[in-house]
């Protein structure tokens, strides 16, 4: 059965009908260098995973395969994220469905979908580069390609490979869902108070001991007593 599921035939056909032949024309760079074959291509490349929805309504939950999802991100980028930019990306993942597609339309063609989302040629010339190196490269992180920041790899880590840790996350919005995959609440937690140590709890026993040592002291040469006025006399004048 193992090697029915890793047929190195059948996973170049499954490449070929998901990405179109141009994508597998440049795969076929990256299966050359690597030992893994088409199986370990596609494993890198596809996600099998769905992701809940959640109260944010994020751009990036409607995409968890990884392709989609990483021109998603390169294409909401300094946006609002508002529902003429979702409604822009989608018409753009539904006019070039494959990366074949886009890396086979010209430049004018592409920014013309994206005309509400600013920056048309910057975002394009990001999507054309990394829909090429997602296939040619092995690579291991989104960060390696052209256009992908901190942003992009913790969004594809999250949505598409389903790590729900939040550490080293920075983006509000992600630590956000995060704390909703994780709680079902989207409120934030109440800050707890550290709790003292041994040893500062004995610290601070110390010191209250020493100012009620001082403060007997203080009270022990004719001085007024604390509350009523009276003059206390020293026990050596026969009090």
């Known amino acids: 059965m193992k090697s ?3 047929e190195d035939m059948l996973w170049k056909q499954l490449a070929a009908t998901k990405w179109g032949m141009k994508a597998v024309d440049l795969g076929q760079q990256a299966v050359d260098k690597s030992q893994g074959g088409w199986f370990e291509f596609c494993k890198l490349r596809l996600c099998l995973r769905s992701n809940p929805v959640s109260p944010l309504n994020l751009i990036q939950e409607c995409y968890s395969d990884p392709w989609q999802h990483l021109v ?3 294409l909401c980028s300094r946006t609002s994220g508002s529902h003429v930019i979702k409604a822009t990306i989608e018409a753009f ?3 070039f469905r494959t990366p074949s597609e886009v890396l086979e ?3 004018g063609e592409l920014e013309s979908f994206i005309d ?3 920056l048309q040629e910057t975002r394009i010339k990001a999507v054309k580069q990394m829909s090429q190196a997602f296939f040619e490269k092995n690579w291991v992180d989104p960060m ?3 256009g992908c920041g901190k942003f992009t790899s913790d969004s594809w880590r999250i949505f598409c490979r389903g790590v729900k840790q939040t550490k080293g996350v920075e983006d509000p919005t992600l630590l956000r869902y995060l704390r909703w995959l994780n709680t079902g609440s989207l409120k934030d937690p109440k800050p707890q108070r550290p709790k003292a140590t ?3 709890r004995i610290q601070k026993a110390a010191g209250a001991e020493q100012g009620a040592g001082r403060s007997r002291r203080k009270h022990g040469r004719g001085q007024t007593e ?3 006025g009276r003059v206390l006399r020293s026990r050596k004048n026969g009090l």
Request: with cysteine; aromatic share 8%; net charge neutral.
């Open 4 to 6: 029915v599921i890793k």
């Open 72 to 74: 998603c991100c390169l």
């Open 93 to 95: 993942l539904g006019a």
């Open 105 to 107: 339309a010209s430049n």
């Open 116 to 118: 509400p989302l600013g």
């Open 144 to 146: 390696e390609f052209y």
């Open 198 to 200: 041994k040893d500062a």
């Open 226 to 228: 604390p509350g009523n």
